[in-house]
Structure formats: structure tokens, C-alpha cells
């Protein structure tokens, strides 16, 4: 049980790596869809023996929103703005991984400071989900497409759902079922203003969006 | 005495995992292939020719084949067998034998620019690119697994391998070995990283540094480079199967079945992905060295 | 009676979808609005009793802000009625850049509008911080399409980086809460107000100081301090001006509702210290950055925005500082949030005339519209604290706790960048308010001014002023409750 738990902890991190380095969007949507759904499977590891009901339906649902209709609602949002398929990262790969692994460690060293209540067994929990915000915000600020940055949205959902996951080990319902039912509404809006942004510029790079901004470069002539 | 006969067994046997290499690759590519044996008979005929040397060429370019040989060997001395002690153990022995291998690819790439070519030149740079990536994460790996047994001898940490380890610490051992796997293919130039088949000007790494030498000189290089595919592949074999019975036989079976399983596995990895581009090889040398320092960071916290 | 309060305007807006009839759909806005008003007004009165453990109740710091939401929202009813009798006939046209453009339809239009009303008086109703949490990021759902109301490029723009913002912000405040519940589970205390505070001494300090992080800076991204600050000049210039006015005045407060329940929390525990520079911190460098932003700004809807900012740094200044200061910032929000709806919806009627964002386009303002050019020039003197405006009573109060404090640097800086701010915007608005009127060539164009939107404005300009000078006995108790709970008070 233990050791499971752990693999998927690491298993989490590893996604959180690659999905800093990928370059494809089709391969962002499937490993933050992936990350998604073996998070899920963590709450039946906890407690010992055979999972509760409970457990397996909550946990069923998350899979099925997050491993099912999450990228289904992304990918019909990329199809439909036809959207590039290369989300190469600004930075380079190598800038990526140390930059994540650097939110690691960092992550390791708060967990330190935030003592966990003893009844979670896992002591990765609170660095791994720190490390996947961390690793949603990369994505948001290194990406150009506007489906990245949503994808870093839903990452950095992953990232609180697995920090919930150590607190509330015996009850998971009410909390989790409430931030994904916000997370889902979330999304479909995001995809509304994806489509409509393709509609209005015929992209979707939102480092292009940036008309509305404070800085004006000299123009000759003005009165000022 | 059993780890003199363990070394004289190695130093017969590793000729034989190319041979497996090639044979898996020519079933891939429905072949019959190189009988199995072909590296003893190519040894034996390059120990009876004459060397050729350029006039180009100094001391130094004699001097690397040997040197690199001697390295070697000197570095299986120290690599465990089966999970049991190697001759050549002792604390701190695992940054001997990483250095070793060093200066193995040391004397290599002086005798390669010693002949003066551009050619050879390019080779050399490029393999001391990919060394530079790859020797921080085996580094790392090895120090995960230093800590991990609280051992600092090679063959101790192996020994102190149990596969209750693999229950208890599954997620460090298999990022270390992944991490073992990915500098193995580095270190010996197999595909992704190398093609050792190609012989074009611009995609060769290794084999371009060898290009000069013939007899014996040759014959030293291919024996080398047999004895570090074992060496390395060494390690992963211990990791993968750690000693799990009192008897020698049984481990040493067991062991020696790992090796060939690896070099199977090495020759579908040949024939099935095809050779990165150059400017991502450090971008896997990277992902190795992630694996590694995840590895040891785990290892750490424990 | 609270539910029924989020229940008015949550059937009204659902409604107003199915209502094909504008001039219908108008009236139920102003009509849910009024109810709205009313219902606020009569709980005002009658002061229901919070029970323990319930997930709704008002306390007075509750009510402040909710009182504030509900009479921008009425003031922004009557304004919408002939702003939007207007978006229908005259076609969208925007003469920066020469495009013509669509707006959203009116029935979504309204109805977001009526969920945004029911979303943010959840906000201020909730003694849970979960549904709290539930609520805010229900408004920023809600509000993404109104700021899109006018549909094209920059408003999209606007709007995609509101929505991205402010979600992530508020994903960070989940954090906040799911730290927040760490902190608490020793003490078995869950996320509800009531636990939190009773059991304030016992919470491991470490979570909740992490936790009061996370939450300031979640919800702080929601309130527009600086440096979370950059959707707010694009979403508060780009949208209508009854979106703007509903933005800056009652959303920002709400948000701003968020983190002070959190100091609640922190200050019981004894953090007042520690929480007391991260507020005196960003609101400084807030302030900063509206001062630094104001000069220069070409866009007058820019500006207020930045106002607005720099008004957030105030009050996040004020609580910080503590004692009186806490009351003169909670006085700024009620003045601020009337000034700047009444500044918005003047903006909106000048844009209605001169069809341009541009400061420099924007001439004579006395000469082609007198009444929009008076009411423009009052609200310039009320929003920077000229006396006898209530900002200035605000304000004042801030320095003389500053003062009395110690905190002579704070202070130092707060006025320097306060003058900073009067200065770009006395510039701004006297240019916009004197000056030649533009050509004859485009006066034909006018609609004119019109009476029904510039009433609101006049009569909350007109709050204000009488707030610099007397302040009724209800709303000093009010004020002086929700001191109290800062305080850490149950």
C-alpha cells in the first residue's frame, strides 16, 4: 500500500516533468489527463484492506471528468480553432527540468516546515503537489496557446486535488466533489472564450493578445 | 578464490553480448546474422596483424588503446558479480571506477585527436559532450544507491540489496535504474545515442574515434569496449535481480541470465527506435539526470 | 430571509433569459434590484441573530459590504436602462481604431448580470470559507460575460486574461482553504467561521500563516492589488460602464470580504503582527503602482481603474495598520465604492458621446455636455479626498494611525504617492473637462446627455459628500462592529 502510493506520487512528478518539456498539444492534453486519473486512484489506497463504496465511487467519478470529459472538452476546443499542433516552450528543455526539479526540492523543504497530522502515511504528498502548481504555472507563463494555459489551469487543479487527498483521507466527498463540479464549469467557460477568441483573431496565441497594455512606444508628432 | 575464477569468467564471457546484440538485431531484420562467437574469431585474427600507424601520429596514439584496456579492466575488477564482493572492493571504490571508465574515454579521445584529422576531431567533441551529461547523473545514481544501502563500496551496496529492498523502496531502485539504463546506452554508444553501425561521416560518434587503428590496437578497443557493455550492464543486472539465495550457483545463473536478457534487450531497443538527433541527446542525458536527482532526493528524505 | 436574499436575484437572472421582451426584462432588473434594496434594508433593521454552525448569517462586517453591493446595483439598474436603450440603436462603433462591432445579446447580458448580484451577496452572507471560496469563483464565472458585453478584440482580450487570472488566483486561495483545514484538524475545528475563531489559539501556526499567504494572494488577485493587479486596468476599462462600476465598487470589496475573514482568523490566533505587514506591504506597493500607472495613462477608463487600485492599497493600508485605521479604511471602502460607481457611470456617458477611450480625444467637456462636465469634475475632487468628500475622512484617518503608530516610513510614503496620484489625475480630468469643444462635425452625432443615466451618479456623489460631513449613527455602529471583528472577535 505504502510503496503503491508512493510510486504514484512519483509517477505524478515524472508527468509534472514531462508535461513541462513537451512540445505537442495533443500530448499536453492526454499527460495532464493521465496525471489526472492516477491521482484519482490514491484515495482507495488509503486505509488498509478493501476501499469503501464511497471511496470507489468518488474515485470512479474523478476518472471519468478528468481521464474522460476534461480532454474531450480541450480537444474539441483545439479541433475546433484549429489550433497549431507545437506548443514549444519559450524556455529550453533543460531550463524546464531544472527549473521543476528546483520546485521540487523547494517543495520538499516547505513540507519539512508543514508537519502533516499522522493520520497520512505518505510523506510526499505536500512536495508533489506543490511541485505540479508549480509545474501548472510554468505551463501557463512558458506556453503561447490559450488551451496550454488552461491545460496549466487543470494542472494546477491536479496539484490541489492531491494536497486534499492527504488532508481529508477519511472524507474526500464533499470537498473534492465540490472543487471538481467548479473546476468543470470553469473549464467549459475557458472553452467558449477559446472558440471565441479563434473566431474573433483566427488564432489562439495569447502572447499575440496583448493590444490593451500601459506601455506606449513614442510616436512622433503628438502633443503630449 | 571463487572472485578470481567470477573475474576470469567476465573477462571470457562479455565478448559475448555483442554477439547476442547482433544476433536479436539480425532477427529484427529477418537475417540469420553474425554467428555469436564472431568476436572471439575477430579478436584472435586482429591479435595476429600487423599495425598500420600514420606518420602523423606520436606516442600518444599507441598509448590509447592500451591505456584505455588497462582502465578498464581495472574498473570490472571493482564491479560486483551476482550481488557478491568483487577483488577490487573497497570504500569509495564507485568514484574509481566512474573515473576509471574516464580515463578510458580519455586516452580514446587523445589518441583520436592525435591523429590530426578533422574527422576524428568531431567524433571527439561530440562524445565528450554527451560524457559531460552523462557523468553527473551515473554520479547521482550511484550516490542514490550509496545512500539508499548507507554503503560506499559498490559490491558492499549490492550485497546489502535484498528484494525486500525492491518492496520497501520500489520507487528510488526503479528511478535508479532507469537512470543506470539511460547513461548504459550513453556509455557504450548504442542506439538512441550512437548508431555503432553507421559509418558516415556525419553521424558518427564512436566509431570515428577508432577509425585509425588497426591489429592489436584494434583488438584492444573492441575488447574494451565488450568489457565496459559488462561492466556497466553490471550494475543494472544487480539492481534489477539482487541476490536472493545463499547459493553461488544460483546467483551466478541468475546473474549471468540478467546480462543476457539485458543484451536482448539492448538489440529490440537497436532495431526498434530509431537514433536521436544530436541536439536532443542531451535532452535525454538530462532526463537521466532528473531521474537521478529525483532519485536521490526520495532517497534523502527517508 | 438571507436566502431570500440570493434567491431574488438568482430567479430573476434565470428568468430573464426566457423574457424576449426588452423593455420587460428591463423592468425585472430594476425591480429585482429595488427588492434587493429592500430586503437589505429591512435586515438592516431587524438584525437577524447569527446561529453558530450555519453556513449563512450577517455579521456586521457582512453587512457593511453587502449594504454597499446592494445600492451600487440598484444605482446601476436605473443606469442600465437607458445605457442599454442606447447600445440598441446606436450601433457599436469605436473610433480608435475605426471598427464596427456587435454587442452580446441583452437577455445574457441581464441575466449574468442578476446572477453576478446573487453570487457576490453569497459571498458576503457566508460564515463558511469554503462556500465563501464557492462564491467568489461563482462571481468570476458570472462576470467574464458581462466584461464581453461589446463584442471585439480587446474586450475578448480583456476578457480571456480576467478568466485566466482570476481563476488561477482563486485555485490559489483553494489552497488557502485546504491549508486553512490542515491548520485546524488537531483542533478539530472544520472551515466554518464559528469553529475557526473559537478555536483561533489552537490552530498550528505554521499552516495558517501559509494559509493566510495563499489566501492574500488568491484573493488579493481578485481584489487587484499590485502585483496580481494586470486584469484589472483590461477588464475594468474594456467592459460596459455599469460592469465597471459594479467591478470596481462591490467586487473588489468582495474579494477584499475574503482576505479580511482570513485576518479574522489569523488575528484571533495572535498573527496580527505577521498579518499586519503583508497588508501594510502590498498596500503600499499598490499604491505605487497606480501612482506610477496614472501619470501618462492615455485612457480614462484606465485611469479610474488604476483609482481603483490605488483605493485597494488604501484599504488593505488601513487594516493593516490597525485601531483607527481599520475604521478610516472601512469608511474609504463605502466612499469609494459610491465614488467610483458614480465615476463610471459619468465615463459611461462621455463614451457614449465622443465614441473614444483616448484622454486626448476628450475635450470641453463644459461646453458640449455641461452636467456630465460638473458631475466629472466633483467626482475627480471626491475620489482624490478633497474635503468635504468621505474618502478624505477615510484617508485622514489612515495618516493620523500611521502616525500615532510609528509607522512615520509607511506613512512618508503613503502621502507621497497619494500626491503623486492627485496630481496625474488633476491633470487628466481638467483636461478633459476644459478646453475647446471638438468641431461642429461630430456634435450631430450626440445623443446627448441624458438625465436618467446621470441621476445615479449625482445622488451617489451626493452620499458621499454628505458622509465628509455627517455620519449617521447607523452606519458609525456598523463601521465600529466590523472593527471589532477584524479584531478577532467572534
Known sequence: MHTTAELIIVAIILLDLSLAVSGSLATCIRLAAAQGVIAAILPLLAGSG????????????????????????????????????????FIGYPASIILCLGAFAAASWLGTRLPLPETTRVAWIVPASLATIFTGFLLITTRAKAITQVLGYLVIENGIYVFGLALFVEQPLMVELAILLDIFVAVFVMGITIFHISREFDHIDTDELSQLSDWHPQRDGEAK | MKVVAQYLMVLALSPLLLGIINRVKAFFGGRKGIPIFQLYRD????????????????????????????AVLCALAIVPFAGRQSFLAFDGDLILMVYLLGLARFATVLAALDTGSSFEDMGASREVQFAVFAEPAFFLALAALARGTGQLSLSAMFVSLTPAAWQSAAPVLALVTAALFIIFLAENSRVPVDDPNTHLELTMIHEVMVLDHSGPDLAFILYGAALKLWALGALISCAVLPRHSASWFVDSGGFMFMMFVLAAVVGVL???????????????????????????????AR | MITLLMLVPLLSGLMAFLISDDGRRRGLLVAASALHLALTISIFVARPEIVPGDWFGLDALGLLFLGITSVLFFGASVYAVKYLSFEKYDPGEDSDEGFIFNNQPEAVFIGCLLLFLSAMTAVTVSRHLGMLWAAVEATTLLSAPLIYFHRHKRSLEATWKYLLICSVGIALALMGNLFLGAAGIKAGAGLDLESLLSKAAVLDPAWLKAAFLFLFVGYGTKMGLAPFHTWLPDAHSESPALVSALLSGALLNCAFLGILRAAQVCVGAGLAGFTGDIFILFGLLSLMTAALFILGQRDYKRMLAYSSIEHMGILSLGVGLGGGAVYGALLNAVAHSLTKAGLFFVSGVILAAYKTKQISEVKGLFRRLPKTGILWLAGFFLITGTPPSGIFLGKLMILTAALAGGHYAAAAAYLFFLAVVFAGLGRIFLEMTFGEAPQAGTAGKLPGESRQMLIPAACFFVCVIVLGLYMPGWLTDIIYGAQRLIGGVI
Open chain 2, 270 to 300: 537497436e532495431s526498434v527506435i530509431a537514433r536521436l538527433r544530436f541536439l536532443k541527446v542531451p535532452y535525454l542525458l538530462f532526463t537521466a539526470f532528473s531521474f537521478s536527482v529525483l532519485a536521490l532526493m526520495f532517497q534523502a
Open chain 1, 50 to 89: 478493501a476501499p469503501e463504496s464511497r471511496a470507489v465511487i468518488f474515485s470512479s467519478t474523478v476518472i471519468l471528468l478528468k481521464g474522460v470529459i476534461f480532454p474531450w472538452l480541450l480537444t474539441r476546443a483545439r479541433v475546433k480553432a484549429n489550433a497549431r499542433k507545437d506548443v514549444e516552450p
Open chain 2, 43 to 70: 579478436l584472435f585474427k586482429l591479435l595476429h596483424k600487423t599495425p598500420v600507424y600514420s606518420r602523423t601520429t606520436t606516442w600518444l596514439f599507441r598509448a590509447g588503446p592500451i591505456v584505455g584496456l588497462g
